[in-house]
């Protein structure tokens, strides 16, 4: 995706970028691909990929969710940013916590904030299972993000847990969701969730298939979830 075409295309869904932002998402692709070169953030490292796969794909989650609405976001398993590094760009007024298991991706993570110049942004190295345990951040973020990190059934349990009860969890998934979403019906009940939307729409160019899944966060998720690091991969919620 050309860079003209990503503009063009956020502009029919209403979002028109500043000269500032257009810039902040062109450092972005110069800094992934420089720090690419010494750890592995992403396989896709061309302009027109990146600018495709990784942020417009980002933000198709605000297709479906009005993030003028939403204060705090916490995206679990972040990777090298995606997507909450995009929607913050969009949508400066976001306060923005990332958790990743790995700290060079965190040291990434840092450093890209700083030279993008964002504000109310927060990293942290941890496990998603310790993370959500902690008080200062269990049921204290209003929106929960995850793109691709792991199956429905797992990802509920290390995110639902986050969301503040009334908050949601946002899955951003591909071709199985439909799938995952079944098999994730018992896990959503015991942790407190309820599907409120599954939008599918085309990736535009690949033409490969996407969901944004809109979950519910109706009643507080029990203490004993997130059970131990390792455990939700292993044993998925039934």
Known sequence: MEITEFRQRLEERGFS??????DQFEHYYHTLVEWNEKMNLTAITDK???YL???YDSLTAAFYVDFTKV?????????????SIPLKIVFPELRVTIVDSLKKRIGFLEHLSETLGLKGTAFYHDRAETFAQKKEHREQYDLVLA????????????????AKVEGTFVAMKGAGANEELTAAQGAL?????SVIQ???FTLPIEESERHVIIIRKERST???????????????LS
């Open 17 to 22: 970028l500043s000269q500032t932002q257009l």
């Open 71 to 83: 204060a705090t976001v916490v995206d679990v398993g972040a990777g090298a940013g995606f997507p």
């Open 147 to 162: 793109r691709a990190v792991a199956r429905l059934p797992v990802l509920s349990e290390l995110c639902l847990p986050l």
């Open 198 to 200: 599954n939008e599918q």
């Open 189 to 193: 009940k015991k942790l407190g969730g």
């Open 222 to 236: 029990p203490k004993k979830y997130p059970r131990k690091p390792g455990t939700p991969n292993k044993q998925p």
């Open 48 to 50: 027109e990929g990146v």
């Open 53 to 55: 796969k990784h942020f």
